[in-house]
């Protein structure tokens, strides 16, 4: 990642390495470091984890159960390593999840029809084998690969849990915040930006400048689209 600097716009990302949409914007922010002073710090949270503290039961305990493990890879990896582990592994992981040929590509596409319970056995079949991906991707930066058996360990959970937790807030209260979620020195947190493909080049430098000023605008409390989410595509658009 790039060094931080004085007149750096300091960027604070949260995100769990299995959620696609996450992904997108993760390697959108990538690009826009190479168009506008900005340095992103990477935070890692866990949906799966945080969604059974708030009592959200998903319709599938085995996929819940392993939805948890990706993130719990990462606070390991954390623990052993520090921050600077986060960035190439969550690259690792990343694209082995939902890059091109990746374990997860195309799979909320082929899934959106159908019902909850048929989408989660769709997601569940690829989720058994993501322990392999998690261990290539250790093995890729330098870390044991063993350190993927860590998805079945809960003493990251509480880590993890405080990382959601240290999302800045500014006095509102909200039960779950999903991912991804970035704030811009220190501001308020943002979800999203939600993308269906990476934008590149300078066309990521002008998405950056139009979220920089909503996130920057203390009236400013929602910005969504009317529709269906998008399919997550992992191609450089520029």
């Known amino acids: 990642m790039t ?11 949260w995100f769990d390495p299995l959620c696609g ?30 969604r059974a503290r708030t ?23 954390h623990a052993q390593r520090g921050e600077e582990i986060l960035a190439p592994l969550y690259d690792a992981i990343g694209a082995r999840l939902h890059g091109p040929g990746g374990l997860l590509e195309g799979v909320f596409g082929r899934a959106r029809d159908l019902s909850p319970e048929e989408r989660r056995l769709v997601q569940l079949e690829l989720l058994e ?33 405080a990382s959601h937790a240290s999302i800045p807030l500014d ?8 991912v991804p979620v970035v704030s811009v020195n220190g501001g308020n947190g943002w979800f999203g930006p939600v993308l269906s493909a990476i934008p590149a080049g300078e066309r990521a430098g002008r998405l950056w400048d139009g979220v920089r000023l909503v996130a920057g605008e203390e009236l400013a409390g929602e910005l969504k689209v009317v529709g269906d989410r998008t399919v ?5 658009v520029f």
């Open 21 to 50: 949409w996450t992904w997108l914007a993760y390697q959108w922010l990538r690009q826009v470091e190479t168009v506008r002073e900005v340095s992103v710090r990477l935070r890692p949270t866990g949906l799966a984890l945080m």
């Open 171 to 178: 006095g509102r209260r909200i039960d779950l915040i999903g």
């Open 129 to 161: 084998k993501a322990e392999g991906a998690l261990a290539a991707a250790l093995a890729e930066v330098g870390l044991e690969p063993g350190l993927s058996e860590e998805i079945r360990s809960t003493r990251w959970d509480d880590f993890l849990a």
């Open 3 to 13: 060094t931080d600097h004085t007149d750096r716009d300091r960027v604070d990302f």
């Open 232 to 236: 997550p595509q992992p191609r450089l």
């Open 55 to 77: 009592g959200q039961v998903d319709v599938n305990a085995r996929y819940h159960e392993l939805a948890q493990g990706p993130a719990r890879v990462i606070a390991a990896a």
